[in-house]
T-cell receptor, first 115, second 110 residues
Framework: EPEVTQTPSHQVTQMGQEVILRCVPISNHLYFYWYRQILGQKVEFLVSFYNNEISEKSEIFDDQFSVERPDGSNFTLKIRSTKLEDSAMYFCATVLAGGFTGELFFGEGSRLTVL | QKEVEQNSGPLSVPEGAIASLNCTYS??????FFWYRQYSGKSPELIMSIYSNGDKEDGRFTAQLNKASQYVSLLIRDSQPSDSATYLCAVMERDDKIIFGKGTRLHILP
């Protein structure tokens, strides 16, 4: 059973539409990350989230992006108005509680296709 | 711009030989370093973490860290066809920001 579950596995959307990607870690995960990977390119850091607030974010993570953990379980990434260049695989990753080691557990990813 | 550099490969290694993967990083204050394996179409999977200078061994894998040279490497002994994948070097810059290199594609020749 995966440590981190992501939904949807694949989403196709029209440019300009809002998209919400969800991540459900098992218990005892304390730090949450979103990364994206455009096809054939590197895994890019978007944002880290700890104690219900953003800890670090990259230049990619502009006003179109937001994250939240609304119910203490799900961790979501929202893209308000998608662009063609947002097409990528989005990975949620978490770190276990009990001391921050930086060892990331990745979900299986959500593939976003923007048309 | 902080960077993690890797040779993109492909690196071809005969089955049973040692595969050597290298990584350099630009942020001198980085303290934590990681190697991930990514199969095509899959998510990254942690192989090793290393935090202090020297070698760290785990089964067929050995990570090596040289902070003075800002250099991290991964050795895979007795390479198997199942080791064919892209290997990602990751560095924790500050606080909790972890960035990845582009990865090295490794191909084990049967």
């Amino acid at each position: 059973e995966p440590e981190v579950t992501q939904t949807p596995s694949h989403q196709v959307t029209q440019m300009g539409q809002e998209v919400i990607l969800r991540c459900v870690p098992i218990s005892n995960h304390l730090y949450f990350y979103w990364y994206r990977q455009i096809l054939g390119q590197k895994v890019e850091f978007l944002v880290s989230f700890y104690n219900n607030e953003i800890s670090e974010k990259s230049e990619i993570f502009d006003d179109q992006f937001s994250v939240e953990r609304p119910d203490g379980s799900n961790f979501t990434l929202k893209i308000r108005s998608t662009k063609l260049e947002d097409s990528a695989m989005y990975f949620c990753a978490t770190v276990l509680a009990g001391g921050f080691t930086g060892e990331l557990f990745f979900g299986e990813g959500s593939r976003l296709t923007v048309l | 711009q902080k960077e993690v550099e890797q040779n993109s490969g492909p690196l071809s290694v005969p089955e049973g030989a040692i595969a050597s993967l290298n990584c350099t990083y630009s942020d001198r204050v980085s303290q934590s370093f990681f190697w991930y394996r990514q199969y095509s179409g899959k998510s990254p999977e942690l192989i090793m973490s290393i935090y202090s200078n020297g070698d760290k061994e785990d089964g067929r894998f050995t990570a090596q860290l040289n902070k003075a040279s800002q250099y991290v490497s991964l050795l895979i002994r007795d390479s198997q066809p199942s080791d064919s994948a892209t290997y990602l070097c990751a560095v924790m810059e500050r606080d909790d920001k972890i960035i990845f290199g582009k990865g090295t594609r490794l191909h084990i020749l049967p």
